[in-house]
């Protein structure tokens, strides 16, 4: 699913998880946003990212991981010069695309 951030697909799903490779484009950030019912895992696998988890900002390198609790507001920033890749391990009682609660978003959504 390509998006104005870069893209992700879902490589596992089950009944109350799911597994998604997604890449973010040098310089873009995901929408800060929150989650009614499932918490994220986020592993980078390639590049840095800049999370925003709540009063928290820090930065995440290959190979560390960080977790999203439900509810909690949280953005995903690529401030590198090549692609961010991360993989998002969901868990919860509902993981459909609409269960995002946008706070800002720079693409107007």
């Given amino acids: 699913m390509f998006r104005p951030w870069g893209y992700y697909e879902s490589i596992d799903n089950g ?42 900002v820090f930065q995440l390198s290959e190979n560390e991981s960080t977790y999203i609790p439900i509810g909690t507001v949280h953005r995903l920033e690529n401030p590198g010069k090549i692609p961010l890749e991360i993989i998002e391990v969901q868990s919860g009682s509902y993981l459909g695309e609409d269960d995002i609660v946008r706070l800002e978003d720079n693409y107007g959504r």
């Fill in 15 to 56: 009944k109350s998880h799911q597994v998604k490779h997604i890449e973010v484009k040098p310089g873009a950030s995901l929408s800060l946003q929150k989650h009614h019912h499932r918490a994220e895992h986020w592993i980078v696998v390639q590049g840095t990212a800049i999370v925003t988890r709540g009063d928290e």
